[in-house]
C-alpha cells in the first residue's frame, strides 16, 4: 500500500525532476491545448520563462523564433535537466521570481506554468514582473483551478511508492486578478478549462479511465493572459469598460451603406473621396501606431454582437473597448457606424490554383478518384488553356477570390509555394503535413511521420460513396495516422463506425457540402453525426465547388447546420482544428487583427453570416492592413467581380494582362471578372 507525504516546493521539485518530463500529466496536456490559443506571435520577441522547471515551455518559446529567451527557477534538480536540452544549455538560470536578475524593461513575453502557487508573495511577483516588461507586453499565467482543490485536487506525483504531495498557497481567481491589476496589468482573456476527450487517452494509458469519467466536465485549470498597457492612461481607460455609441468625425465605410448606387451622385463621390482619404491615414497609421475602428458592432461570438470600439497596433487587436477613445482625434480611425465586425473567416480548404476553372465533370461518381480520370485530359480544352495560365498567377486568383468573400486565413491543400510569401492577398496556413489521398498520396504514413507535433496532418479521405472510401477511415487508423491533430477531408463515405472511430481518435473533418453534392451526388448529414466540435468548412476548388466560402456557408445551412453551427464552422472551430496561434477567428486583444465589416442589420452574427453574400462584404483586412475596400482606396487597384466593385490589394492589371493571354473570358470561381 503507498503512503502520502507532504513536501515543499524546493524538496518535492527534487524528486519530481528526474520524472517530470517522462510522465503522462493530463494537466500538462490541457494546459497547451488553450495557450497554444493565447500565444501572441513569439518570432523577434524576448521572452521570459518564469519557473521554467525542466524548460517545457521555455524550449517551445525559443522554437518559435524569439530573439532571446531566459527561463528562472529555484530549483537546482529541475534546472539541470532543462540544461541537458540542447537548445536551453545556456539559456536557464537559478533565480528567484521575487527579485529577477533583469533589466528594466527588457522584455516582451513572459509565462509561468503553474508556478503561482508555489509563490508565497504574488503581489511582490507581480510588481517585479512588471519591471521587467516592456509597455505593451504580455504575459500568460496558468495554475490549478481553486474550485479544483476545493473539491479536493491537488499537486501531486508518484515516487517509488510514495505519492509526495507538493505544498502551495490557495488563492481565489479574483485575488490573482486584482493582484496583477494593482501593478497595472490588464486581464485580457481567463479561460477555465475541464478535462475533455483530448485527455482522456491519458487516463487511458495510466489505467484510469474511471478516474477520467468522473472528472470529465469538471473546471481542472485556469488560463490567464494579462497585458501590461502601453501607457498608464491605456490601463486607467480599460479598468471600467463600459459599453455605448460613439462616433467618429472622419467620414469613412458608414458612407457606403448597402443600397448605394453603383453610380454615385456629386455628393456621394464627395462622400468617397472622404472616406478614401480616412482609409488611407489609417493604413499609414498614426504617429502612436494604432488605427481605431470607431461606431461598429464586434462581433464576440455566433450570438453576441456588442457595440464597441477597437483599437489596432502593428498587425494585432490591441483593445475593444465601449467608450470613445480620448485620442481618437489625434490617430487614424475608420468609422464603421452601421456596420457589423466580423473575424475574418477561415476557409479550412481549397485548391487555389484550380478557382479559374469551370466546373468539369458529369457526377454522380463512386468516388473522387473516377472523377479524376474522368476529367484530366490536359490535352483538351478546357484544361489544356486553364493550365497554360502560369502557376503563379492562378494561386494569386485563388488568393483573390477567398479574399473577395471575407476570407483571411486558408488552408490550401498542395505544397507551399514562394507565392505566398509576397503581398499575397490573404494569409496561407504554413504550419502543416499532408498527403494528398491514399489513392494519390505517396507514402502517407511517412508524410505523418515528418509533420510536427504541433502540426496538423491534412489528407483527402473518405471521398466516394464506394465499400473502398467506406474503409479509408479505417486503413488510416491500421496505419496509425488517425488522432488528434489529423484532419480528414470529406468524409462522406464514412459509415456510422467509420465517424465513430473518427470521434474516438479525436481526428478532424472538413466539410465541403456543395462539391461533395457535385461529385458524389450526396454529402455529410450533419445533422446525424452527433459532436461537430471538430468539424470546420472548406470552399474546395471551383473544379467541384458552387463557388467562393460564403457559397459553401450557405449550401452547409441548406444541408441543415445551424447558423451557430457554421460560425464556429469558419472562425474558431476552424483555427482550433488547423492549430492556429494568433488569435484567428476571433476578435479579441491580442489576436492578429484579421477583420471583415458588413452591414449591420440587427441580427446575430451567425444568421448575418449565412445571408451573406461577396456584394455585402464592404471592408477586409488582413494582419492590420486594409485588403479590400467598398471605395476607391489608394494602393489598392480595381476589380468587378459578379457585377460587384471592389478594391483590394492584388495586381489585378497584371493579373488580367497574363491570364488573358491564354483565356478569352475570365471567370472567378464562377463569376466574371473584369477590372
Given at each position: 500500500?503507498?503512503?502520502?507525504?507532504?513536501?515543499?516546493?524546493?524538496?518535492?521539485?527534487?524528486?519530481?525532476?528526474?520524472?517530470?518530463?517522462?510522465?503522462?500529466?493530463?494537466?500538462?496536456?490541457?494546459?497547451?491545448?488553450?495557450?497554444?490559443?493565447?500565444?501572441?506571435?513569439?518570432?523577434?520577441?524576448?521572452?521570459?520563462?518564469?519557473?521554467?522547471?525542466?524548460?517545457?515551455?521555455?524550449?517551445?518559446?525559443?522554437?518559435?523564433?524569439?530573439?532571446?529567451?531566459?527561463?528562472?527557477?529555484?530549483?537546482?534538480?529541475?534546472?539541470?535537466?532543462?540544461?541537458?536540452?540542447?537548445?536551453?544549455?545556456?539559456?536557464?538560470?537559478?533565480?528567484?521570481?521575487?527579485?529577477?536578475?533583469?533589466?528594466?524593461?527588457?522584455?516582451?513575453?513572459?509565462?509561468?506554468?503553474?508556478?503561482?502557487?508555489?509563490?508565497?508573495?504574488?503581489?511582490?511577483?507581480?510588481?517585479?514582473?512588471?519591471?521587467?516588461?516592456?509597455?505593451?507586453?504580455?504575459?500568460?499565467?496558468?495554475?490549478?483551478?481553486?474550485?479544483?482543490?476545493?473539491?479536493?485536487?491537488?499537486?501531486?506525483?508518484?515516487?517509488?511508492?510514495?505519492?509526495?504531495?507538493?505544498?502551495?498557497?490557495?488563492?481565489?481567481?479574483?485575488?490573482?486578478?486584482?493582484?496583477?491589476?494593482?501593478?497595472?496589468?490588464?486581464?485580457?482573456?481567463?479561460?477555465?478549462?475541464?478535462?475533455?476527450?483530448?485527455?482522456?487517452?491519458?487516463?487511458?494509458?495510466?489505467?484510469?479511465?474511471?478516474?477520467?469519467?468522473?472528472?470529465?466536465?469538471?473546471?481542472?485549470?485556469?488560463?490567464?493572459?494579462?497585458?501590461?498597457?502601453?501607457s498608464v492612461e491605456e490601463g486607467k481607460a480599460e479598468a471600467t469598460p463600459r459599453l455605448g455609441w460613439c462616433c467618429s468625425k472622419n467620414q469613412s465605410l458608414s458612407q457606403h451603406h448597402p443600397g448605394a448606387s453603383r453610380h454615385p451622385s456629386s455628393a456621394e463621390a464627395a462622400e468617397a473621396a472622404e472616406a478614401a482619404e480616412a482609409a488611407e491615414a489609417a493604413e499609414e497609421g498614426s504617429p502612436g501606431g494604432s488605427?481605431?475602428?470607431?461606431?461598429?458592432?464586434?462581433?464576440?461570438?455566433?450570438?453576441?454582437?456588442?457595440?464597441?470600439?477597437?483599437?489596432?497596433?502593428?498587425?494585432?487587436?490591441?483593445?475593444?473597448?465601449?467608450?470613445?477613445?480620448?485620442?481618437?482625434?489625434?490617430?487614424?480611425?475608420?468609422?464603421?457606424?452601421?456596420?457589423?465586425?466580423?473575424?475574418?473567416?477561415?476557409?479550412?480548404?481549397?485548391?487555389?490554383?484550380?478557382?479559374?476553372?469551370?466546373?468539369?465533370?458529369?457526377?454522380?461518381?463512386?468516388?473522387?478518384?473516377?472523377?479524376?480520370?474522368?476529367?484530366?485530359?490536359?490535352?483538351?480544352?478546357?484544361?489544356?488553356?486553364?493550365?497554360?495560365?502560369?502557376?503563379?498567377?492562378?494561386?494569386?486568383?485563388?488568393?483573390?477570390?477567398?479574399?473577395?468573400?471575407?476570407?483571411?486565413?486558408?488552408c490550401h491543400h498542395n505544397p507551399w509555394d514562394e507565392a505566398f510569401e509576397h503581398e499575397f492577398p490573404v494569409q496561407v496556413l504554413r504550419r502543416y503535413g499532408w498527403a494528398h489521398s491514399l489513392t494519390f498520396g505517396k507514402n502517407v504514413l511517412h508524410a505523418f511521420s515528418s509533420t510536427g507535433s504541433s502540426q496538423p496532418f491534412i489528407i483527402h479521405a473518405g471521398e466516394g460513396t464506394d465499400p473502398l472510401s467506406a474503409?479509408?477511415?479505417?486503413?488510416?487508423?491500421?496505419?496509425?495516422?488517425?488522432?488528434?491533430?489529423?484532419?480528414?477531408?470529406?468524409?462522406?463515405?464514412?459509415?456510422?463506425?467509420?465517424?465513430?472511430?473518427?470521434?474516438?481518435?479525436?481526428?478532424?473533418?472538413?466539410?465541403?457540402?456543395?462539391?461533395?453534392?457535385?461529385?458524389?451526388?450526396?454529402?455529410?448529414?450533419?445533422?446525424?453525426?452527433?459532436?461537430?466540435?471538430?468539424?470546420?468548412?472548406?470552399?474546395?476548388?471551383?473544379?467541384?465547388?458552387?463557388?467562393?466560402?460564403?457559397?459553401?456557408?450557405?449550401?452547409?445551412?441548406?444541408?441543415?447546420?445551424?447558423?451557430?453551427?457554421?460560425?464556429?464552422?469558419?472562425?474558431?472551430?476552424?483555427?482550433?482544428?488547423?492549430?492556429?496561434?494568433?488569435?484567428?477567428?476571433?476578435?479579441?486583444?491580442?489576436?492578429?487583427?484579421?477583420?471583415?465589416?458588413?452591414?449591420?442589420?440587427?441580427?446575430?452574427?451567425?444568421?448575418?453570416?449565412?445571408?451573406?453574400?461577396?456584394?455585402?462584404?464592404?471592408?477586409?483586412?488582413?494582419?492590420?492592413?486594409?485588403?479590400?475596400?467598398?471605395?476607391?482606396?489608394?494602393?489598392?487597384?480595381?476589380?468587378?467581380?459578379?457585377?460587384?466593385?471592389?478594391?483590394?490589394?492584388?495586381?489585378?492589371?497584371?493579373?488580367?494582362?497574363?491570364?488573358?493571354?491564354?483565356?478569352?473570358?475570365?471567370?472567378?470561381?464562377?463569376?466574371?471578372?473584369?477590372?
Amino acid at each position: 500500500m503507498s503512503k502520502s507525504i507532504q513536501l515543499s516546493s524546493i524538496d518535492a521539485h527534487a524528486l519530481w525532476a528526474d520524472t517530470y518530463d517522462h510522465a503522462l500529466n493530463p494537466l500538462l496536456s490541457l494546459e497547451r491545448n488553450y495557450i497554444e490559443r493565447l500565444l501572441p506571435e513569439i518570432a523577434g520577441m524576448d521572452v521570459l520563462d518564469v519557473a521554467c522547471g525542466t524548460g517545457r515551455w521555455l524550449e517551445d518559446l525559443w522554437q518559435r523564433g524569439a530573439a532571446s529567451a531566459v527561463g528562472f527557477d529555484v530549483s537546482t534538480e529541475m534546472l539541470r535537466q532543462a540544461r541537458g536540452k540542447a537548445a536551453l544549455a545556456s539559456r536557464v538560470v537559478q533565480a528567484d521570481a521575487m527579485d529577477m536578475p533583469l533589466r528594466s524593461e527588457s522584455l516582451d513575453f513572459a509565462i509561468c506554468s503553474f508556478g503561482l502557487s508555489y509563490m508565497e508573495d504574488i503581489g511582490r511577483f507581480a510588481r517585479e514582473l512588471s519591471r521587467v516588461l516592456r509597455r505593451g507586453g504580455y504575459f500568460v499565467l496558468t495554475d490549478l483551478h481553486p474550485d479544483a482543490r476545493a473539491r479536493g485536487w491537488k499537486r501531486s506525483f508518484r515516487h517509488g511508492e510514495t505519492v509526495v504531495e507538493v505544498a502551495s498557497f490557495q488563492r481565489s481567481i479574483d485575488k490573482i486578478r486584482e493582484a496583477f491589476a494593482k501593478e497595472g496589468f490588464e486581464a485580457l482573456d481567463c479561460i477555465e478549462p475541464a478535462f475533455g476527450e483530448a485527455e482522456r487517452p491519458i487516463f487511458e494509458k495510466c489505467a484510469k479511465a474511471a478516474v477520467f469519467d468522473e472528472l470529465a466536465g469538471q473546471t481542472a485549470i485556469v488560463v490567464f493572459l494579462f497585458r501590461l498597457p502601453s501607457s498608464v492612461e491605456e490601463g486607467k481607460a480599460e479598468a471600467t469598460p463600459r459599453l455605448g455609441w460613439c462616433c467618429s468625425k472622419n467620414q469613412s465605410l458608414s458612407q457606403h451603406h448597402p443600397g448605394a448606387s453603383r453610380h454615385p451622385s456629386s455628393a456621394e463621390a464627395a462622400e468617397a473621396a472622404e472616406a478614401a482619404e480616412a482609409a488611407e491615414a489609417a493604413e499609414e497609421g498614426s504617429p502612436g501606431g494604432s488605427t481605431w475602428l470607431l461606431g461598429g458592432h464586434v462581433a464576440l461570438d455566433a450570438q453576441t454582437a456588442v457595440p464597441a470600439n477597437l483599437e489596432i497596433s502593428g498587425c494585432r487587436i490591441q483593445r475593444v473597448i465601449g467608450e470613445y477613445p480620448a485620442n481618437a482625434d489625434d490617430v487614424a480611425t475608420i468609422d464603421l457606424r452601421n456596420y457589423l465586425l466580423l473575424p475574418g473567416l477561415i476557409n479550412a480548404h481549397d485548391h487555389l490554383e484550380f478557382n479559374l476553372f469551370p466546373r468539369l465533370g458529369r457526377g454522380p461518381y463512386s468516388n473522387s478518384a473516377e472523377w479524376a480520370r474522368d476529367i484530366y485530359h490536359p490535352e483538351r480544352s478546357p484544361v489544356r488553356e486553364h493550365l497554360s495560365v502560369p502557376m503563379a498567377v492562378r494561386l494569386w486568383w485563388g488568393g483573390l477570390k477567398n479574399l473577395l468573400s471575407g476570407v483571411t486565413t486558408v488552408c490550401h491543400h498542395n505544397p507551399w509555394d514562394e507565392a505566398f510569401e509576397h503581398e499575397f492577398p490573404v494569409q496561407v496556413l504554413r504550419r502543416y503535413g499532408w498527403a494528398h489521398s491514399l489513392t494519390f498520396g505517396k507514402n502517407v504514413l511517412h508524410a505523418f511521420s515528418s509533420t510536427g507535433s504541433s502540426q496538423p496532418f491534412i489528407i483527402h479521405a473518405g471521398e466516394g460513396t464506394d465499400p473502398l472510401s467506406a474503409d479509408e477511415v479505417f486503413e488510416l487508423d491500421r496505419m496509425s495516422v488517425l488522432g488528434p491533430r489529423t484532419v480528414l477531408v470529406h468524409g462522406v463515405g464514412f459509415s456510422k463506425a467509420g465517424h465513430a472511430l473518427r470521434a474516438e481518435r479525436d481526428a478532424s473533418l472538413i466539410w465541403c457540402p456543395s462539391s461533395n453534392r457535385f461529385v458524389l451526388g450526396t454529402t455529410l448529414n450533419i445533422q446525424t453525426m452527433g459532436n461537430t466540435d471538430k468539424v470546420a468548412l472548406g470552399s474546395d476548388s471551383a473544379l467541384t465547388a458552387r463557388g467562393s466560402l460564403l457559397d459553401e456557408i450557405r449550401a452547409a445551412h441548406e444541408e441543415g447546420a445551424s447558423p451557430d453551427l457554421i460560425f464556429r464552422m469558419v472562425t474558431e472551430t476552424a483555427a482550433s482544428i488547423l492549430l492556429l496561434r494568433d488569435g484567428e477567428g476571433t476578435l479579441r486583444p491580442g489576436a492578429i487583427a484579421n477583420i471583415i465589416a458588413i452591414p449591420w442589420t440587427s441580427r446575430t452574427p451567425a444568421e448575418a453570416l449565412v445571408q451573406l453574400d461577396v456584394s455585402q462584404v464592404h471592408l477586409v483586412m488582413v494582419s492590420g492592413r486594409i485588403h479590400l475596400a467598398a471605395f476607391e482606396t489608394r494602393g489598392l487597384e480595381s476589380i468587378e467581380a459578379g457585377g460587384v466593385r471592389r478594391w483590394v490589394r492584388v495586381p489585378v492589371r497584371r493579373l488580367m494582362e497574363e491570364t488573358a493571354a491564354h483565356l478569352d473570358e475570365i471567370h472567378l470561381a464562377g463569376m466574371r471578372v473584369s477590372a
